[in-house]
């Protein structure tokens, strides 16, 4: 199993930044996937960034220019983080840190996003 804890949403104007962090443990080596979703009221969740195993990043058209995903780890823990610039109105949403394994998918608790222009 994995384990992921978010931080770093809040309400920020539009334009403004935010960087969004998740702190994955457990069985870290069997990730495959590393991502983000988002889910806006009344919307679909969707993945918005991510880092594969052979380390290809991969974005939404409507982030793209605008986020920047990474990722690093230490002996226990593996860390993902997500750069948000520009944000607009339509960013807001709650964000979740995703991680696809050999054994399951797994999702954090979610973390608030508010943009207001």
């Known amino acids: 199993q994995v384990q992921l804890v978010e931080s770093g949403g809040g309400m920020v104007l539009a334009g403004d930044s935010l960087r969004l962090s998740c702190a994955a443990s457990?069985?870290?080596?069997?990730?495959?996937?590393f991502g983000w979703y988002r889910q806006a009221p009344g919307n679909e969740r969707e993945m918005i960034a991510w880092?594969?195993?052979?380390?290809?990043?991969?974005?939404v058209d409507s982030v793209k220019g605008r986020f920047t995903i990474s990722n690093n780890d230490t002996e226990n823990t593996a860390y993902l983080q997500l750069q948000m610039n520009s944000l607009k109105p339509e960013d807001t949403a709650v964000y979740y840190c995703?991680?696809?394994?050999?054994?399951?998918?797994?999702w954090g608790q979610g973390t608030q996003v508010t943009v207001s222009s």
């Open positions: 880092v594969n195993g052979g380390g290809s990043i991969g974005y």
């Open positions: 995703y991680a696809g394994t050999l054994w399951g998918n797994y």
């Open positions: 457990g069985s870290t080596s069997s990730i495959r996937t």
